[in-house]
């Protein structure tokens, strides 16, 4: 293999049903996709160089959930689809995903954990793919060397001082 044989991985996403509302859909992006990953580390990152003293903290901070639930509706849902209002189909917004994420409760709670677990289960659906592909168009060995086995070596007697002479 030639390092120009190289392939970009592709962004992956799938429609996913709503397990918890009827005719709820959503298009859920790979858990690895890069700008989550990017923006989920930068979370981690901002509380950790903020540290922890709790007389510092305003009423303009974020916390974690809040960062965390605002990189899965900015990064992992690509689009939905069923979501009413009086009756009314709701375009996507990825501020309204991340309103119904942090201030929808228990269901806000669902929301993100469906989000998560489904990205997490396209990803390896995907990987799984990816690796079978790649497996039946590459060529492996079994990890056996196939050459001749190497002769072994005439041990040679090593030289050996008398202690006598060692002491001289």
């Not at 990825?94 to 954990?113: E, F, I, P």
């Not at 677990?117 to 592909?133: F, K, L, P």
Request: net charge negative; hydrophobic share 30%; aromatic share 8%.
């Amino acid at each position: 293999m030639s390092l120009l044989d190289f392939k970009k991985p592709e962004q992956i996403s799938a429609w996913v049903d709503y397990t918890h509302e009827e005719g709820l859909s959503f298009k859920i992006r790979g858990i690895k996709y890069k700008p989550y990953v990017v923006a989920h580390e930068r979370c981690g990152n901002l509380l950790q160089s903020k540290g922890f003293d709790p007389k510092e903290a305003t009423i303009n901070d974020n916390t974690s959930q809040e960062l965390v639930m605002t990189c899965v509706a900015y990064h992992l849902i690509e689009d939905w689809k069923g979501l009413t209002k009086n009756d009314n189909p709701v375009p996507f917004d990825k501020d309204l995903a991340k309103d119904m994420m942090l201030y929808g409760g228990a269901n806000g709670v669902l929301l993100w954990h469906f989000i998560t677990s489904e990205a997490e289960r396209i990803q390896n659906e995907a990987d799984g793919i990816r690796a079978e592909v790649m497996g039946k168009s590459e060529t492996f060995t079994s990890g056996q060397n196939t050459q001749a086995p190497k002769q072994p070596r005439k041990k040679e007697k090593l030289s050996t001082q008398n202690s006598d002479e060692a002491t001289k």
